[in-house]
């Protein structure tokens, strides 16, 4: 069973219509949602195997699939 972040991924990236560019600046908006909600979980009281890492990876490895280059951010971010 695929999970919603699942399926929005494989809609962005099976879309005919977008090009390249466009899935992987798609990509990079759902990326930095699972970033925070993953932040969000590490500093409250949140289960700390709720599946943000799972969908954080999925959406690295779509936008490795698409060639996108990884954006390092500091190292406090996730």
């Given amino acids: 069973m695929n999970t919603p972040c699942e399926e929005l991924v ?5 879309d005919p219509r977008a ?3 466009i899935k992987i600046q798609r990509l990079r908006h759902l990326e930095d949602d699972a970033r925070a909600l993953q932040r969000a979980a590490s500093e409250s009281a949140m289960n700390a195997d709720d599946g943000w890492q799972a969908e ?3 959406v690295r490895l779509a936008l ?3 060639g996108a280059t ?5 190292a406090a971010s996730l």
């Fill in 10 to 14: 494989r809609k962005i990236l099976d």
């Fill in 19 to 21: 090009s390249r560019e």
């Fill in 56 to 58: 954080l990876r999925f």
């Fill in 64 to 66: 490795e699939q698409l």
């Fill in 70 to 74: 990884r954006i390092r951010k500091g």
